[in-house]
């Protein structure tokens, strides 16, 4: 066999071993790439997004969508030539699988987290709204979740409302940690509290429940890394009672990143006109019950969906501007917001035509 044959064969091979290598070796990352958007003013899945009861709606148009990613599932295995080739293309982004899926995170894990934040990042939205418009709501400190194996398991339940640590009222969710954390491990704590069945049963009668009762607990010591605080094993959280009925149906979403969006088509929905003035806008951003913007992850994956649906103004958290800006679509506007009154103002802006106005993202953002 000629040498330019035989040397054309050898690498012929080679290039198939490396081949079926890369198809069978699985590496250790996870791919991100523009998931769907959904306006929040529109419908999806042949019924609207927002629905309100029991107060009066105005009609409206434009868009205020928000905006998701797409990822692979902790349980998929990425190989080599898959990895290679989204690191080319432009539109999706290759990071190490932890980054998506940290301490071994499992599938049925992390969909359950996704929900518990899409379900709190709706409560924040309608809280943010209505404050903005002065409609009064009501809050207070639950039991969020109960750890297993720890001193509160089967003694405080998720739904419970605390009204008190040792004798002290409870405003906000740090407060819990704060009183626990005064104590030393081994020592007993008491929480003042409604139970959940109690606080439900009064809610369906539109009351507020009043019978309490004590619940005696010993903290144990925390098995962070380097500290030694008291825990007693729950997380505290808030829940509502709105005046009025607010429900959103979108399924297949996850995690809180859709809180601003929704927060802008409820106040949108309760005012008359169109906040958009039939602009398509898009965004993203976490929202807490006060109405602050926080950052989320996947900015460039938002930005690119969006426009690849029409989307002409971006609402972008201000801790997310400088990333965005690094790589914004041609005809995105990149709209910086550190709060539900930053990203009312912009929309204002933008149904005036006062474009020049908007406070822009920029990469020293």
Same mark, same amino acid.
């Given at each position: 066999?000629?040498?330019?044959?035989?040397?054309?064969?050898?690498?012929?091979?080679?290039?198939?071993?490396?081949?079926?290598?890369?198809?069978?070796?699985?590496?250790?990352?996870?791919?991100?790439?523009?998931?769907?958007?959904?306006?929040?003013?529109?419908?999806?899945?042949?019924?609207?997004?927002?629905?309100?009861?029991?107060?009066?709606?105005?009609?409206?148009?434009?868009?205020?969508?928000?905006?998701?990613?797409?990822?692979?599932?902790?349980?998929?295995?990425?190989?080599?030539?898959?990895?290679?080739?989204?690191?080319?293309?432009?539109?999706?982004?290759?990071?190490?699988?932890?980054?998506?899926?940290?301490?071994?995170?499992?599938?049925?894990?992390?969909?359950?987290?996704?929900?518990?934040?899409?379900?709190?990042?709706?409560?924040?939205?309608?809280?943010?709204?209505?404050?903005?418009?002065?409609?009064?709501?009501?809050?207070?400190?639950?039991?969020?979740?109960?750890?297993?194996?720890?001193?509160?398991?089967?003694?405080?339940?998720?739904?419970?409302?605390?009204?008190?640590?040792?004798?002290?009222?409870?405003?906000?969710?740090?407060?819990?940690?704060?009183?626990?954390?005064?104590?030393?491990?081994?020592?007993?704590?008491?929480?003042?509290?409604?139970?959940?069945?109690?606080?439900?049963?009064?809610?369906?009668?539109?009351?507020?429940?009043?019978?309490?009762?004590?619940?005696?607990?010993? =903290?144990?010591?925390? $098995? /962070?890394? +380097?500290?030694?605080?008291? #825990?007693? *094993? %729950?997380?505290?959280? !808030?829940?509502?009672?709105?005046?009025?009925?607010?429900?959103?149906?979108?399924?297949?979403?996850?995690?809180?990143?859709?809180?601003?969006?929704?927060?802008?088509?409820?106040?949108?929905?309760?005012?008359?006109?169109?906040?958009?003035?039939?602009?398509?806008?898009?965004? =993203?951003?976490?929202? $807490? /019950?006060? +109405?602050?913007?926080?950052? #989320?992850? *996947? %900015?460039?994956?938002? !930005?690119?969906?969006?426009?690849?649906?029409?989307?002409?103004?971006?609402?972008?958290?201000?801790?997310?501007?400088?990333?965005?800006?690094?790589?914004?679509?041609?005809?995105?506007?990149?709209?910086?917001?550190?709060?539900?009154?930053?990203?009312?103002?912009?929309?204002?802006?933008?149904?005036?035509?006062?474009?020049?106005?908007?406070?822009?993202?920029?990469?020293?953002?």
């Amino acid at each position: 066999m000629p040498r330019r044959t035989a040397t054309m064969l050898a690498s012929t091979l080679m290039l198939i071993a490396l081949l079926c290598a890369g198809v069978f070796l699985p590496v250790p990352y996870a791919e991100m790439s523009p998931g769907p958007t959904v306006n929040t003013l529109g419908e999806h899945g042949g019924e609207p997004v927002l629905q309100i009861s029991g107060h009066k709606t105005y009609p409206t148009d434009g868009h205020l969508n928000m905006t998701t990613v797409r990822v692979t599932s902790a349980d998929y295995r990425m190989n080599l030539v898959e990895a290679v080739y989204g690191w080319l293309a432009h539109d999706d982004k290759i990071v190490p699988h932890d980054t998506l899926y940290p301490d071994g995170k499992t599938e049925q894990q992390s969909t359950q987290e996704n929900a518990e934040e899409f379900s709190q990042s709706q409560e924040s939205a309608k809280v943010a709204a209505l404050k903005e418009l002065g409609i009064p709501v009501k809050s207070w400190v639950i039991v969020s979740t109960v750890v297993k194996d720890t001193p509160a398991e089967g003694r405080l339940h998720a739904g419970d409302v605390i009204k008190a640590v040792d004798g002290t009222a409870v405003k906000q969710p740090s407060d819990v940690a704060a009183l626990v954390t005064k104590h030393k491990p081994g020592q007993k704590v008491v929480f003042t509290i409604i139970p959940a069945k109690d606080q439900a049963a009064a809610a369906k009668q539109n009351k507020a429940a009043t019978v309490s009762k004590d619940v005696a607990l010993t =903290t144990a010591e925390s $098995d /962070d890394s +380097g500290t030694k605080r008291a #825990i007693v *094993g %729950i997380s505290a959280g !808030t829940d509502h009672t709105f005046p009025f009925t607010i429900d959103i149906k979108l399924a297949d979403v996850g995690g809180p990143s859709a809180g601003l969006m929704f927060a802008l088509g409820i106040y949108d929905k309760l005012t008359p006109g169109s906040l958009t003035g039939g602009k398509f806008v898009a965004g =993203t951003g976490t929202i $807490d /019950d006060d +109405g602050k913007v926080g950052p #989320i992850g *996947g %900015i460039e994956m938002k !930005t690119v969906g969006a426009r690849d649906k029409g989307a002409q103004y971006f609402l972008t958290p201000a801790d997310n501007c400088a990333a965005a800006a690094e790589d914004t679509p041609s005809g995105l506007t990149l709209v910086k917001v550190k709060t539900i009154g930053d990203a009312l103002g912009a929309l204002k802006d933008i149904d005036a035509g006062k474009t020049a106005d908007l406070p822009k993202c920029t990469t020293k953002s």
